[in-house]
């Protein structure tokens, strides 16, 4: 990494930028704050601080410079948001060949999914061999202003050898045919998607990384995808996505569509916060983008079996990243969310906005139609102890086992004793020989010993809070605070306040501290600590000597109450033969001291 690079981005980028494109901010006092995109909240705890470049969540304590909001936001490692920032603020990057390379490699893919894109926008509006395309965008009542909106486009048959893309790409000096290929737009010297409707799939900056391509009739595949390319990845990729974002950052809330039809179809209805998993069903990783974007879901997937199975999936999903769902259910006649704005596009917000919480829908599901029949009841009853076993919080459990025991008129605690056997470690899968593990409990407990002290649940005295915000926000008067005032590092209570300090004393003179180049713990303390107002840093120096030289004084006076501290202790514990004073004595001037300090 090039610290060079690192001031450069730092410079040509503004934080309220960076975060803006995420995160609604208005102003308050010095700082900006909005609700944190990190965890699910109502009012805002999350500030960024423009003066000082900085973000830092008072909810979450997630906190740090434009490079930890990138890493955070996009999900991405550290040399990937060095390279996102490095492109928006073009800055050019030193790097391994090989490094660069990919880089190159990934930017002619996004230029090229560019170009195929513009292609084939152009081919279904103004070609004649777009004619097909333009017929089953009118079938499906597609409104043009929207399709092009979609950017969604029409692949031509392309001629006896299916080229016709890879010639376009290729001609006049353009791309070479290998990376057509590893664009993912060609195969074996063919064009991919042929004779399709095709929508072009955006990263969430809105760059198309990949299409799905839709046959016209029922050539198979129905749906054809991108291959897995170095800028498509399909367990990541969400169509609509670009689309939603402004939606999703007003109300955070997304809706879960299966088909590409169904999002544009949403769209019509007034319903924009609206993405579908491309061409797979959805994965926790597209899960855990959309718990960035949004506090709940809403799945609204096809009526039949195979959409009740991939709803009941994605409710696990959600689960495990506690992210709210809710299920849209289809009503009786609708195949799917396409089919039902055609008909009627009131009906179809109303069902969005009316869905049920998952469980419910869930167990709703499970009972079926479960008549008086004994055998039914049995029936309904153990697929709804499979889907009660999956709520993962007990109140909620709870609540669910006595709706489904009063609708199959059970007794409730039957009924919760099913469930509590089926939850029980080793009652699925093979029996269980060997003793159960431990609970949890003892084993969290066992990790908190070995925790160090002050790394953990100690906050820093506050005048070592002081030093520490003086410190990273100027890391220039660390210097200070060492040579001219006598300050030892060795003093200091916490842990974490020593670290800052001795990095910012590693900050050449004129520089920032680098926020992100610091472990997470002091990462998050030194953000917070650079987005608080710190008085004392206004224009006069003669306050900020005074509270600098008062810190330091309270540094010095709380480690020798600490040293006194622990002499008494090793007093109380037993006379120690190699001291030659009276114990008790000793013991009692110690307490003197304790109370009346000396200097
Ligand atoms: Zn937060």
Excluded at 546 to 564: I, K, L, N, S
């Amino acid at each position: 990494m090039s610290t060079d690079a690192v001031a450069e981005i730092k410079a040509r980028l503004d934080i309220l930028d960076v975060v803006g494109d995420h995160v609604s901010l208005h102003r308050s006092g010095t700082q900006h704050i909005g609700l944190c995109p990190f965890h699910a909240e109502k009012t805002p705890s999350f500030s960024v601080s423009q003066q000082r470049q900085a973000f830092y969540c008072h909810g979450c304590h997630e906190g740090g410079d434009i490079f930890t909001f990138v890493q955070k936001i996009e999900g991405v490692d550290f040399s990937r948001a060095l390279e996102l920032l490095a492109e928006r603020a073009g800055v050019e990057l030193e790097r391994s060949p090989r490094a660069a390379a990919r880089g190159a490699g990934r930017r002619r893919s996004l230029e090229l999914n560019d170009r195929a894109a513009r292609y084939y926008e152009y081919v279904l509006w103004s070609l004649p061999a777009g004619e097909p395309g333009r017929r089953l965008l009118a079938e499906r009542a597609v409104d043009p202003a929207l399709a092009r909106r979609f950017r969604v486009g029409f692949a031509p048959a392309g001629g006896p050898a299916g080229s016709a893309l890879v010639r376009y790409l290729t001609g006049k000096g353009g791309a070479l045919p290998a990376e057509v290929a590893d664009a993912g737009l060609a195969s074996r010297g063919r064009d991919l998607f042929r004779n399709r409707v095709v929508f072009p799939i955006a990263d969430e900056r809105g760059q198309v990384i990949g299409f799905g391509g839709r046959a016209l009739g029922d050539a198979p595949p129905k749906y054809l995808n991108t291959p897995e390319t170095g800028v498509y990845h399909k367990s990541i990729a969400l169509f609509g996505l670009d689309q939603a974002r402004q939606a999703l950052r007003e109300r955070r809330q997304a809706v879960v569509v299966e088909g590409y039809f169904d999002v544009l179809a949403a769209h019509a209805a007034g319903v924009d916060g609206v993405v579908a998993s491309s061409g797979t069903v959805l994965t926790r990783d597209q899960v855990r983008i959309l718990a960035r974007h949004a506090d709940q879901v809403v799945l609204c997937f096809d009526g039949d079996a195979a959409g009740r199975r991939a709803a009941g999936t994605a409710v696990d999903l959600c689960a495990a990243e506690k992210l709210p769902a809710r299920i849209a259910v289809m009503p009786a006649g609708f195949k799917d969310p396409d089919e039902m704005v055609r008909s009627d596009p009131p009906a179809f917000a109303a069902l969005i906005g009316g869905a049920a919480p998952e469980w419910r829908v869930l167990v709703e599901w499970a009972i079926g139609d479960a008549g008086a029949d004994v055998d039914e009841r049995r029936a309904a009853a153990e697929r709804v102890v499979d889907v009660l076993v999956r709520i993962p919080e007990a109140t909620t459990r709870d609540l669910y086992v006595q709706e489904a025991a009063r609708r199959l008129e059970l007794a409730a605690p039957a009924l919760a004793a099913d469930v509590a056997k089926a939850r029980a470690p080793g009652t699925r899968g093979p029996v269980r020989l060997s003793a159960p593990p431990p609970p949890p409990a003892a084993g969290i407990e066992a990790l908190g010993a070995g925790l160090e002290e002050g790394d953990v649940g100690h906050p820093p005295p506050s005048w070592e809070e002081l030093l520490a915000a003086f410190a990273v926000q100027r890391p220039a008067l660390a210097r200070v605070l060492v040579d001219e005032m006598g300050l030892d590092l060795d003093e200091l209570a916490s842990p974490a306040v020593r670290r800052l300090l001795e990095a910012a004393l590693a900050v050449p003179p004129g520089s920032e501290l680098f926020v992100d180049g610091l472990g997470p713990g002091d990462r998050r303390l030194a953000a917070q600590l650079q987005t608080r107002d710190v008085p004392e840093l206004g224009p006069d120096p003669l306050v900020l000597e005074r509270a600098m030289a008062d810190c330091v004084q309270r540094v010095r006076g709380a480690d020798r109450r600490g040293r006194y501290r622990r002499d008494i202790r090793d007093i109380l514990a037993g006379p120690d033969p190699d001291r030659d004073e009276n114990v008790a004595a000793r013991h009692r001037r110690l307490l003197e001291e304790e109370r009346n300090p000396p200097g």
